[in-house]
């Protein structure tokens, strides 16, 4: 997960940095596999050196722990895969920037993230999902919001206009028949105040990514009106791995182990999430997160929802739909050709 138009007191400087702890780590103890991937995964013959690929991922986000528990426990080496994690930023412009200017080979990011970029011409192939569901919608008690039908009217506080928790709620109330952008009021405030802002009265739901939507949720009490597993997400995807375009031509090999890798550590997080949360905790330090809020944050991710080949396309071409919706994809995208043409089918 990363977010859009994070603010400059982003998470990134609270004290969760801690990737110096991540480099080297790939030669570590393989993890042993999770339940089967829902989806068909690929034998591929494994010989010669490990290929090096720099993966960018948001460290702050308990939804890429999966990815530095990859690398530490010696998955993605079990693939004959050289892992070195990038550190991108909290916000998908810089995980854009980071494979822009080469600094990293992969990415992973929201979808709602990837789109645009896409869309105007970005060079990158979206080839695996890693899980669903990491935003949430809130509403305090003295709001009085019960549902989706009460939001309207509404005045919602989220960290930037256009940032993906904005852009993933004006699809919940667009299908609710609200009008995303006439019959709610949004509010930009600073990254770390969404949930203040809401709780003093300025503002009457907060829409935020996990971890911080679960901490909002947990320290105010708040109502949890929708999410991005439940509703109209349903059997979506969240995040998704994409490759550059040069990268994908020399290393197809290579990012179809990465893709079955990338199932493999998902699944075993699904299976698993106590040892992934206790990892994160370990390794990153996340300032006021508990174990016990970690397992319940990396628990309740969709975290066997991990779409590829037509399955990959499908959900991209669904979400395409909705961000047509929303005004954010051009009127003129057509979602199927966008879809097949944006995505790389390592199943073919």
Not at 79 to 94: K, M, P, V
Not at 214 to 231: C, E, M, P, R, V
């Amino acid at each position: 997960m990363t977010g859009s138009n994070a603010s400059s007191s982003s998470p990134r400087e609270s004290g969760l940095s801690r990737r110096s702890v991540l480099r080297g780590l790939a030669a570590g103890s393989a993890v042993a596999a999770g339940a089967a991937a829902s989806t068909r995964l690929f034998t591929p013959a494994i010989a010669g050196p490990a290929p090096h690929i720099r993966l960018a991922w948001t460290e702050v986000a308990a939804c890429h722990s999966p990815l530095g528990f990859g690398v530490a426990k010696g998955l993605y080496a079990k693939h004959n895969l050289d892992i070195e994690l990038f550190y991108q930023g909290a916000s998908g412009q810089t995980l854009i920037q980071a494979l822009a200017t080469n600094k990293a080979d992969v990415g992973a990011g929201l979808v709602g993230d990837w789109l645009k970029p896409l869309e105007q011409g970005f060079d990158v192939k979206l080839f695996v999902g890693s899980h669903g569901g990491c935003q949430r919608l809130l509403a305090s008690e003295a709001s009085g919001v019960t549902d989706i039908a009460s939001v309207k009217g509404k005045t919602i506080a989220t960290y930037g206009i256009g940032a993906p928790p904005q852009v993933a709620f004006q699809v919940t109330l667009a299908k609710a028949g609200i009008d995303p952008e006439n019959d709610v009021t949004w509010k930009a405030v600073p990254f770390e105040l969404v949930g203040e802002t809401v709780a003093r009265g300025d503002a009457d739901i907060a829409a935020h990514l996990d971890p911080w939507a679960y901490s909002i949720q947990k320290a105010h009490n708040f109502k949890l009106i929708a999410d991005t597993q439940t509703g109209v997400y349903a059997d979506h995807t969240c995040c998704v791995l994409g490759a550059n375009g040069a990268f994908l031509n020399d290393n197809k090999d290579a990012l179809r182990r990465l893709a079955e890798a990338n199932i493999e550590v998902h699944e075993y997080t699904a299976a698993h999430p106590d040892e992934v949360a206790a990892w994160y905790l370990d390794a990153l330090k996340p300032a006021g997160l508990s174990l016990e809020d970690l397992q319940a944050v990396i628990g309740n991710l969709v975290s066997h929802n991990h779409p590829i080949g037509q399955a990959l396309i499908d959900q991209i071409r669904i979400t395409s739909e909705d961000l047509k919706l929303v005004k954010v994809l051009d009127p003129e995208t057509d979602p199927k050709e966008f879809a097949e043409r944006i995505t790389v089918n390592l199943l073919a």
